[in-house]
Nanobody, 119 residues
Framework: QVQLVESGGGLVQPGGSLRLSCAAS????????MAWYRQAPGKEREFVAA???????HYGDSVKGRFTISRDNAKNTAYLQMNSLKPDDTAVYYC?????????????WGQGTQVTVSS
């Protein structure tokens, strides 16, 4: 069974930094893109950043220049380095990945990790 497990969330002051991790576990053939989304209370889920297996990246407008996505293919793990955090970045952050478990690529989601930016 394929699972995505996020970690690294928490409480941080405005202007601070956090690093989120998303590790894929289980039995699978390959991972294509990995991405981060977030959802604040009362709002729709929002795209944050994505990275392909080759390392190409794409960012949502609200995080460009502040967040950096990366991945370690050997560890099946994606990271989200978040700098210059603002209160508006407060949300549950979800990891998403396109994973081939042997039956073609399917879309997987993690359980989410809470990020709170507050003084």
């Amino acid at each position: 069974q394929v699972q995505l497990v996020e970690s690294g969330g928490g409480l941080v002051q405005p202007g601070g930094s956090l690093r989120l991790s998303c590790a894929a576990s289980g039995t699978f053939v390959s991972i294509a893109s990995m991405a981060w989304y977030r959802q604040a209370p009362g709002k729709e889920r929002e795209f944050v950043a994505a990275i392909t297996s080759g390392g190409s990246t794409h960012y949502g407008d609200s995080v460009k220049g502040r967040f950096t996505i990366s991945r370690d293919n050997a560890k099946n793990t994606a990271y989200l380095q978040m700098n210059s955090l603002k209160p508006d970045d407060t949300a549950v952050y979800y990891c998403n990945a396109q994973i081939n478990s042997g039956r073609g690529y399917q879309n997987y989601w993690g359980q989410g990790t809470q990020v709170t930016v507050s003084s």
